[in-house]
């Protein structure tokens, strides 16, 4: 099964720590500005998933999340937030995100959640 991931909310290093992390398990790494940016055209289809950070605004990762939701959109979302991000970390998971996973992230952390989400039958 081929898979997209689509990663949102990142600076610059951390985008190339990311890509450099999953090139090798994933067909494609697609980055997008904003959350904005993704809602206006979410993606369809299995082998998927968002990859979103609750670092600088995490009231923005929960919206994005919650407006997904809204919308029917069920594509599994994994989320990267700092340690002290518990409250989040909850809601998320109330929203029925795939995954939240905190600061700091290994390589194989990260392809793990990744992983899962290819082989979550949903």
């Known amino acids: 099964m081929s898979t997209t991931v689509y990663v ?21 790494v ?4 904003d ?5 206006a055209r979410p993606p369809g289809g299995s082998g998927q ?3 979103a950070s609750a670092d600088v605004d995490e009231a923005a990762t929960l919206r994005l999340v919650r407006e997904l939701r809204r919308r029917g959109v069920a594509l599994p979302v994994i989320v990267l937030g700092p340690h002290s991000a518990f409250r989040t ?15 700091p992230v290994s390589v194989r ?7 899962r989400v290819r082989s979550d039958p949903k």
């Open 8 to 28: 949102v909310g990142f600076e610059e290093g951390e985008r190339a720590w990311i890509e450099s992390a999953l090139g090798r398990i994933t067909d494609a």
């Open 35 to 39: 959350g904005a940016a993704f809602l």
């Open 109 to 115: 952390e990260l392809r793990a959640a990744v992983r």
């Open 49 to 51: 998933c968002l990859i």
């Open 89 to 103: 970390a909850v809601d998320i998971a109330r929203l029925e995100a795939t995954d939240f996973l905190e600061r």
């Open 30 to 33: 697609v980055f997008v500005d």
